[in-house]
């Protein structure tokens, strides 16, 4: 049996408040909504019961921001792309957002189970002076359970239309890509944290963005396997590989709390479920 979930969020700010309203179809929901930082911002807390997807499942997932109001979104656990018989497994996102829209999009990580054929597809429509600031992680199974990422596709997708578009495919057959130094290095997860605008960010605001990641590298464990720069002037990007999950997340998490600071001078509101 196969699933196929959707469910669509529409965020408005309404007497200065950031309002949240959403339809679902299957199992997709959300399990919160919380302003643990003021009204300005709302955060929701997106599940999936079945807790991962096999092949032939898809989910879809659509958020639109309005003008003037702040989303945050995260995810209570991993996603996982469980081994498939030759069908795909499918989570597609589509993010828009109107002229001076906020959304930060921060789901836990991906997790690629072997014998896996997954996609996992994320695209964003910003308009004029809407800004979003998001991350992806992805782990290659799971060594330290003594379950590799030994067999197996995955194809990542992130794309702002017209301006910036990130795609690779790991084949787990593909050990010089896994085991070269110009490729993966053996590491087991791939994660980056990227803000992106709608326009162009001036050239002072993102050279001070770059330097507050850079200060948080030169001290870090992971420093050798990172590095921080702008593809484009509308979007700046850190990347980084790590033995397992939790170093490079905890690593993401100080470059959003610093962009947080720097770029929108709102102090860092980590979701509670991230410390459970």
């Excluded at 002072?204 to 850079?214: I, K, M, P, S, T």
Aim: aromatic share 8%.
């Amino acid at each position: 049996m196969t699933w196929h979930a959707s469910l669509a969020l529409d965020y408005t700010l309404e007497a200065q408040r950031s309002v949240a309203r959403f339809v679902h179809d299957g199992p997709l929901r959300v399990l919160q909504t919380l302003y643990p930082e003021g009204d300005a911002v709302c955060h929701n807390v997106l599940v999936h019961p079945p807790g991962g997807l096999v092949g032939g499942d898809t989910l879809d997932i659509r958020a639109s921001v309005g003008s003037g109001a702040h989303a945050l979104i995260t995810t209570p656990g991993a996603t996982r792309f469980y081994r498939s018989e030759g069908e795909l497994a499918l989570q597609r996102t589509q993010l828009r957002l109107e002229a001076g829209a906020r959304m930060e999009w921060l789901p836990l990580e991906a997790i690629l189970y072997n014998g896996c054929r997954a996609e996992n597809r994320l695209s964003f429509e910003l308009q004029p002076g809407a800004e979003l600031l998001g991350w992806d992680v992805t782990a290659l199974g799971l060594p330290h359970a003594d379950q590799p990422f030994a067999r197996g596709r995955f194809c990542q997708h992130i794309e702002l239309p017209g301006v910036w578009l990130e795609r690779g495919v790991i084949d787990a057959s593909d050990t010089r890509l896994l085991q070269s130094p110009l490729g993966l290095a053996g590491q087991h997860c791939v994660a980056s944290i990227f803000f992106a605008s709608g326009s162009a960010i001036a050239r002072a605001r993102r050279e001070g963005a770059l330097e507050c990641a850079r200060e948080l590298l030169q001290s870090h464990a992971l420093a050798p396997l990172a590095g921080v720069t702008s593809p484009n002037p509308q979007v700046l990007m850190l990347r980084v590989l790590a033995p397992q999950v939790e170093p490079a997340m905890e690593l993401l998490k100080s470059v959003w709390a610093a962009w947080r600071q720097y770029l929108w001078n709102r102090a860092a509101a980590r979701p509670r479920l991230w410390a459970m």
